[in-house]
C-alpha cells in the first residue's frame, strides 16, 4: 500500500476556511495514494480551545463536504482528520471521518479519552464510547486520536476487531515529543501491526505542536518520519507483514487476562 500522511500546520493566521480549501488541495493532489490521513482537529487546532463552539458543525458540514469531494478527486481513501461537532444535543465532540475512494463516509469515530484533565477538551467535549474500524480491500484500519494512544487497551480492542493498521491523527505538543514516538512503537509491537501516526505542525493555542509524524511497522521498526514542519509523509508498506509477524512470533495467541475477562462477563 501507499500512504501519504500530511502533516498540516496549523497556525492563527490562517482562517478556518482558507485551510479547509488548502487542505483540499493537498488531498487532491495525492492520486495514485490507497491511503491518505490528516492530523487531529486541524481545522481549528487541538488546543484552541476558545474558539470550539464557535467553530463547531455539525457531522456533514463544511469540513464533511469539502473532504468528501477531495477523496473523490484523488481516488484514495482518506481519513480526514478529526473536527470539532456539534451533535444534535448541543455536545461537542472531536469526531475523525473516513472516506471512500467514491467519497462516500465509512467512518465517523468520536474520541474516547478527552485530553485535558480537568480543563479543555476534558471538560468542553463529551467522550466517545464505540471502537471503530473500517475494511479496506488490502488492509483494516482500527481507529484513534491523540490521548487516545496513551490507553493500550483501547488498541487491544481494536485488534480484537479485526484491525491490523491502527491509524492516530493527533494534534501532539513538542513538550512530549519523546512520548510520541515512544508510544507509537510501543502500540505497534504488542499489537503486531502497523501504526500511521499524524501530526500537526505550527503553534496554535500557544502550544508549539511536534510534528513527527511516524509509521511503525509490526515489529516495531520505523518505516518514516516527518520533520516538525509542514510536509507529505510517502511510504510504502506491505499489509501482509501483519499476518506474517503474528505467525512467526505468536504472541497474541498467549494473552490471559484479556480472556479472563471476557469469561467473567
Given at each position: 500500500m501507499h500512504a501519504s500522511l500530511i502533516q498540516i500546520?496549523?497556525?492563527?493566521?490562517e482562517s478556518v476556511n482558507s485551510r479547509r480549501e488548502r487542505v483540499a488541495s493537498l488531498v487532491a493532489s495525492q492520486r495514485g495514494a490507497d491511503l491518505v490521513v490528516l492530523p487531529e482537529l486541524w481545522p481549528v487546532g487541538a488546543f484552541a480551545y476558545a474558539v470550539f463552539a464557535d467553530e463547531a458543525e455539525p457531522l456533514q458540514g463544511p469540513t464533511h463536504d469539502i473532504m468528501?469531494?477531495?477523496?473523490?478527486?484523488?481516488?484514495?481513501?482518506?481519513?480526514?482528520?478529526?473536527?470539532?461537532?456539534?451533535?444534535?444535543?448541543?455536545?461537542?465532540?472531536?469526531?475523525?471521518?473516513?472516506?471512500?475512494?467514491?467519497?462516500?463516509?465509512?467512518a465517523a469515530y468520536r474520541k474516547i479519552h478527552r485530553f485535558g484533565f480537568d480543563k479543555g477538551e476534558a471538560v468542553l467535549m463529551g467522550a466517545?464510547?464505540?471502537?471503530?474500524?473500517?475494511?479496506l480491500p488490502e488492509t483494516v484500519l482500527g481507529l484513534a486520536t491523540c490521548y487516545d494512544l496513551r490507553f493500550p487497551e483501547q488498541f487491544r480492542g481494536l485488534v480484537d476487531a479485526g484491525a491490523e493498521t491502527l491509524v492516530v491523527s493527533a494534534g501532539w505538543p513538542e513538550r512530549r515529543r519523546s512520548h510520541w514516538t515512544l508510544l507509537a512503537q510501543a502500540r505497534a509491537v504488542e499489537n503486531q501491526a502497523?501504526?500511521?501516526?499524524?501530526?500537526?505542525a505550527g503553534t496554535h493555542g500557544g502550544v508549539e505542536q511536534a510534528g513527527?509524524?511516524?509509521?511503525?511497522?509490526p515489529w516495531g521498526e520505523v518505516l518514516a518520519e516527518?520533520?516538525?514542519?509542514?510536509?507529505?509523509?510517502?511510504?510504502e508498506f506491505d499489509?501482509?507483514?501483519?499476518?506474517?509477524?503474528?505467525?512467526?512470533?505468536?504472541?497474541?495467541?498467549?494473552?490471559?487476562?484479556?480472556?479472563?475477562?471476557r469469561r467473567l462477563a
Open positions: 500546520a496549523v497556525n492563527p493566521d468528501a469531494k477531495a477523496a473523490a478527486e484523488a481516488g484514495v481513501w482518506l481519513h480526514a482528520g478529526s473536527f470539532v461537532e456539534r451533535a444534535e444535543g448541543g455536545t461537542l465532540y472531536n469526531t475523525s471521518l473516513v472516506f471512500s475512494p467514491e467519497g462516500e463516509r465509512a466517545g464510547e464505540e471502537l471503530v474500524t473500517v475494511a502497523y501504526v500511521l501516526a499524524v501530526g500537526c513527527r509524524s511516524i509509521v511503525v511497522d516527518a520533520g516538525a514542519d509542514e510536509e507529505v509523509l510517502t511510504v499489509p501482509a507483514r501483519v499476518a506474517a509477524t503474528r505467525e512467526q512470533f505468536p504472541a497474541l495467541k498467549d494473552r490471559r487476562l484479556g480472556l479472563a475477562r
